[in-house]
């Protein structure tokens, strides 16, 4: 069985994906916790350094965006770009 590996960060403060993190590691995924204060282009470097299945960010909308349309030009388009939902601190259901 292969486990999801997700980059974890915040465009601002971390406090929500340290919880994150933590609840994410013992649903058994995989997480690369890059922490808070990343830009859009940090965050989707890490995900092709660390060849994961997805991107969760704690950041606006504009930010999300910016995610999505990074890794559209840089030839990863398979990346699935998740905002935290600050309720549960867990991806949002789509």
């Not at 340290?18 to 058994?28: I, K, Q």
């Not at 030009?73 to 398979?78: A, P, T």
């Amino acid at each position: 069985m292969v486990r999801e590996r997700v980059v974890l960060g915040a465009i601002g403060g971390d406090e929500a994906v340290r919880r994150a993190a933590r609840r994410m590691r013992d649903e058994g995924r995989e997480v690369v916790y890059v922490g808070g204060d990343q830009t859009p282009e940090q965050l989707v470097h890490t995900f092709i350094a660390e060849d994961a299945t997805a991107i969760v960010v704690d950041g606006d909308v504009e930010s999300l965006t910016r995610i999505a349309d990074l890794c559209a030009d840089l030839g990863v388009g398979e990346a699935v770009v998740t905002p935290l939902d600050e309720r549960s601190d867990g991806p949002r259901s789509r």
